[in-house]
């Protein structure tokens, strides 16, 4: 009888024979009040540093990001057709001092040339003229803000065909079963792009900064208000807006144009709702604005960056920006801002950081605190009265 040669035996090696060296450190209290005091003395300086750095900190020092947050949500139902001052209810500045210079804001009727509106369409335009207290170094930020806004609610998240988005020509009985069964056809045509986040595009539009010389009358009840543009304008750029490496995620479309058409919020951008050669499907390739768009914000309420300069100062003055408010934020009870602002060494202004730090620095202190309180105090008393006890008990006394 041959005996069974075993040929599954592990190796004899300390990884395979499970003896490696393990730390199994001991907790005590000399161990636990230095972690929880240097997590303390770490953090909260470092959260203090994080609010300077965000510009949060502005009452007796300089701010380091300056940042101007004017919410236009009301304009066609509250301006009139003269400049008049902007609630302050709608306005944050992050230069508290500045309390001499108003906000101010007007609604008028225009009409765009064919090129951009080749329907022949009047649009509601919300003029904003605002004060820039100080210079402003580059790189500054335009962004728009929205609020009540759930991008990440499942069906809608889900609402895209990348393939579509890729360039392939994706046929509308694959689209009707995928993502894009909301929004997927009409009229036998393909949407593209497809999908209710390709619908719900922020379609407002804002124009250049311009610099102008204001006049205020304040002899009437109402400031009477003379605007006289100068010859310097603030030029904002989309390139570069999008997030590193989106623009791959994308690529031209392989429809045929009598193939596709536009979504239902996109008709008025094209000659009876319809593509053509002079008016295309957009190449979401190059088309930033789409392509900020179509990154999930993860919260409700978010900014998402619109246009940036990253070149020339932003000099003190007042300031004139037009706005086509085409987005209807009112039918879901949502709010819509224009925010400028530059950056910091660690980003936009954003305090959430920073009071984290601070927070659990102070929770840690206080933690440490009353740990080392009751070991030092409470505890050792305890252990002083055992001690008592037993010698007592060795030397025979019961009392």
Sequence with gaps: MTKETKTRKPGGSSIKQQKL???????????VFPLFFGIAIIFTPLGGLLLY?????????YVIVSE?????????????????????????????????????????????????????????????????????????????????????E????KSLDSDQLKGIAVPASKLSKGGCKNLATSNSSIIYPCGLIANSIFNDTFSNLSMTNVTIDSSTLEQQITVALTNFTYNITSVGISAPGDSSKYGKTHYEISEIRPPPNWVDRYPKGMYTNDFPPIDPVHDEHFQVWMRIASLPNFRKLYGTNNLDVLTAGYYIVNIDTVFPST???GTKSLVISNIS??????????????IIGCLCGI????FFAKHYFYSARKLEERRKAAWRIREGKTN
């Design 21 to 31: 060296w393990a730390c199994q450190p001991i907790i005590t209290p000399k161990t």
């Design 53 to 61: 750095f965000s510009g949060t900190v502005n009452a007796l020092i």
């Design 68 to 152: 101007i947050d004017i919410e236009y949500t009301n304009c066609e139902a509250e301006a009139t057709s003269e400049f008049r001052i902007i609630p302050p209810r709608y306005m944050s500045n992050s230069d508290k001092r500045d309390i001499v210079h108003n906000t101010y804001w007007k609604i008028s009727d225009v009409t765009h040339p064919y090129a951009k509106n080749p329907n022949n369409k009047t649009t509601k335009q919300c003029s904003v003229l605002f004060y820039i207290h100080k210079d402003i170094p580059p790189p500054i930020h335009l962004y728009y803000r929205l609020t009540n806004f759930y991008q990440n």
């Design 154 to 157: 499942r069906s809608y998240s």
């Design 331 to 333: 039918k879901y009870d």
């Design 345 to 358: 060494p660690i980003g936009g202004k954003n305090p959430f950081l920073g009071y984290a730090y601070i």
């Design 367 to 370: 933690l440490g605190c009353i």
